[in-house]
């Protein structure tokens, strides 16, 4: 799972940090039963999150080979199973809601929205659709919209993926707020970042879009992307900060010849201070480190799979 609840992060670094000076400490995570159908805090492949505000089609989470196939999905075969792209995931620590971001476009990805796709809210107690943010100008990339994160001050981070950053941008959508009973919750998002990022950051390309998360608020929000091997090296990861609380520049943090494969695919965190957590699957956990200046990136510590 690429994307976690704030507390849920910060109990995998304080595991972590507890496991590094070989304290004997156990801390247990209780399921919320209220979430899901099940009764165990957990909502799988066939079951129902609710109905598509804007469509009015019943919305099952996703497993390849036809679960969240919906009245009116396109093509010749029933692609839009969700099964590969139903995995953004982010908590607002204003309004307490879940947004979930469901691409709808199959293992191939598309350009332009497909048609069922959506960016949820969710209630967290619950888990059910409560709302859906306004969708209507994002277009490009190889999937349109992929992972969401959201700043301390509620506002909405989601961006596309690219798998070759070089040639196809790499955007970032910014909505104002989760929150459903806000004014202007329905207005369309802005583009906070939209280019190619390759030669100019020192890299041949990447494909970048897979891990995303978000901190601090205004002109303080930083977003942190990670990178994978099917373009380009996946040893890289790029911090996007702004000046405006709008538009977004980005920085390449490298690790060379210390991290020289990929590590960075599968989920990424920030840390306290100038610190980020990265996992990729099979591969180490690693707790890493920049200097905000020139970006160079550090090895704190890495933990091993066993």
């Given at each position: 799972?690429?994307?976690?609840?704030?507390?849920?992060?910060a109990?995998?670094?304080?595991?972590?940090?507890?496991?590094?000076?070989?304290?004997?400490?156990?801390?247990?995570l209780?399921?919320?039963?209220?979430?899901?159908p099940?009764?165990?805090?957990?909502?799988?492949?066939?079951?129902?999150?609710?109905?598509?505000?804007?469509?009015?089609?019943?919305?099952?989470?996703?497993?390849?080979?036809?679960?969240?196939?919906?009245?009116?999905?396109?093509?010749?075969?029933?692609?839009?199973?969700?099964?590969?792209?139903?995995?953004?995931?982010?908590?607002?620590?204003?309004?307490?809601?879940?947004?979930?971001?469901?691409?709808?476009?199959?293992?191939?990805?598309?350009?332009?929205?497909?048609?069922?796709?959506?960016?949820?809210?969710?209630?967290?107690?619950?888990?059910q659709?409560?709302?859906?943010?306004?969708?209507?100008?994002?277009?490009?990339?190889?999937?349109?919209?992929?992972?969401?994160?959201?700043?301390?001050?509620?506002?909405?981070?989601?961006?596309?993926?690219?798998?070759?950053?070089?040639?196809?941008?790499?955007?970032?959508?910014?909505?104002?707020?989760?929150?459903?009973?806000?004014?202007?919750?329905?207005?369309?998002?802005?583009?906070?970042?939209?280019?190619?990022?390759?030669?100019?950051?020192?890299?041949?390309?990447?494909?970048?879009?897979?891990?995303?998360?978000?901190?601090?608020a205004?002109?303080?929000?930083?977003?942190?992307?990670?990178?994978?091997?099917?373009?380009?090296?996946?040893?890289?990861?790029?911090?996007?900060?702004?000046?405006?609380?709008?538009?977004?520049?980005?920085?390449?943090?490298?690790?060379?010849?210390v991290i020289?494969?990929?590590?960075?695919?599968?989920g990424?965190?920030?840390?306290?201070?100038?610190?980020?957590?990265?996992?990729?699957?099979?591969?180490?956990?690693?707790?890493?480190?920049?200097?905000?200046?020139?970006?160079a990136?550090?090895?704190?510590?890495?933990?091993?799979?066993?």
């Amino acid at each position: 799972m690429k994307f976690f609840r704030p507390a849920f992060v910060a109990a995998l670094a304080g595991l972590a940090m507890i496991s590094a000076a070989s304290a004997q400490t156990t801390v247990t995570l209780d399921p919320l039963t209220s979430f899901g159908p099940r009764g165990d805090g957990s909502i799988q492949p066939g079951d129902s999150i609710g109905i598509n505000p804007v469509t009015g089609n019943n919305v099952a989470i996703s497993a390849p080979g036809g679960y969240g196939i919906q009245p009116g999905d396109t093509g010749a075969a029933p692609v839009s199973t969700n099964g590969f792209n139903m995995r953004g995931l982010a908590f607002d620590p204003i309004s307490g809601n879940l947004v979930f971001v469901d691409t709808h476009s199959g293992s191939g990805g598309a350009s332009t929205l497909a048609t069922n796709s959506a960016v949820y809210i969710l209630d967290s107690d619950s888990g059910q659709i409560i709302g859906a943010l306004n969708t209507s100008n994002i277009i490009g990339g190889t999937y349109t919209h992929v992972v969401a994160g959201v700043a301390d001050d509620g506002a909405v981070y989601v961006c596309n993926q690219t798998t070759a950053s070089q040639t196809t941008g790499f955007k970032i959508y910014r909505w104002p707020t989760a929150n459903v009973n806000a004014t202007n919750f329905n207005v369309p998002s802005i583009v906070a970042y939209s280019n190619v990022i390759g030669t100019s950051l020192g890299t041949p390309g990447e494909r970048l879009g897979e891990t995303l998360d978000v901190r601090g608020a205004g002109t303080n929000t930083q977003i942190l992307v990670g990178s994978s091997s099917l373009n380009g090296t996946g040893t890289n990861i790029f911090l996007f900060t702004t000046v405006d609380g709008t538009n977004f520049t980005p920085h390449r943090i490298s690790f060379p010849g210390v991290i020289t494969s990929a590590v960075f695919n599968d989920g990424i965190a920030f840390g306290a201070g100038n610190t980020f957590w990265t996992k990729q699957v099979g591969k180490a956990f690693y707790y890493l480190s920049y200097d905000p200046v020139t970006y160079a990136g550090t090895v704190i510590s890495s933990f091993s799979a066993s």
